[in-house]
């Protein structure tokens, strides 16, 4: 099925640990973005990629670098991971001028 | 900076008790409006997107309005698979990025 695959689904780490946390898509959508999700704070952007070759820095990038490998692949690494980093992640994908994004099904990332 | 308000965070609901549910935005020039349905454990699944005051938009027992500083997604005679986080976005400005309200827990007894 055309979508947004993420992997992977569940993670644990400890403190200091590094990881990537990695993102396809199968739709030729030109822009790709990260979210983390948090109880009672909705979704707040990390990184996005306007289209391939390009990267910018959303609300909440501390913390974490991104890679836009090719049009279908948008990476998220955490160098060193903290406690505050533990939420869910979400990648999506969009085609600019039309609506709507389409979401992965998310990794749920501790760190402890 | 654009703000996102979504009321109420939770709404519980008899089966066919209609309801409705408010998110209010301040933006400087809004492209659009987006509402999504997120059920737990998924990611947010697109419902509507709403781009003038005015504009209404449905889809089954769902139907989204839009004013120039709200929108009201309302629910008509819920059923219990209507239970869901439904999360609210605004589009402005030049770009293409989507900010988000907290969303609203909505649970639908029978």
């Known amino acids: 099925n055309a979508g947004v695959t993420q992997t992977p689904k569940f993670q644990v780490l400890k403190t200091g640990q590094s990881m990537t946390l990695q993102c396809a898509q199968d739709m030729n959508h030109n822009s790709m973005y990260w979210y983390r999700q948090d109880p009672g704070m909705g979704l707040r952007l990390i990184y996005y990629s306007a289209s391939e070759g390009t990267t910018d820095k959303g609300e909440v990038p501390n913390g974490y670098n991104v890679s836009r490998l090719n049009k279908r692949e948008f990476s998220l690494r955490l160098e060193s991971a903290a406690p505050s980093q533990t939420s869910v992640y979400f990648c999506?994908?969009?085609?600019?001028?039309?609506?709507?994004?389409?979401f992965g099904s998310g990794t749920r990332l501790t760190v402890v | 900076e654009d703000q996102v308000t979504q009321s109420p965070e939770a709404l519980r609901l008899q089966e066919g008790e209609s309801s409705s549910l408010n998110c209010s935005y301040t933006?400087?020039?809004?492209?659009?409006l987006f509402w999504y349905r997120q059920d737990p454990g998924k990611g947010p699944e697109f419902l509507f997107t709403l781009y003038s005051a005015g504009e209404e938009k449905e889809k089954e027992r769902l139907k989204a309005t839009l004013t120039k500083k709200e929108s009201f997604l309302h629910i008509t005679a819920p059923k219990p698979e209507d239970s869901a986080t439904y999360l609210c976005a605004v589009q402005a400005g030049g770009d293409y990025k989507l900010s988000f309200g907290a969303g609203t827990t909505v649970t639908v007894r029978a």
């Open positions: 999506a994908s969009s085609e600019q001028n039309k609506s709507g994004y389409t």
């Open positions: 933006v400087s020039g809004l492209r659009g």
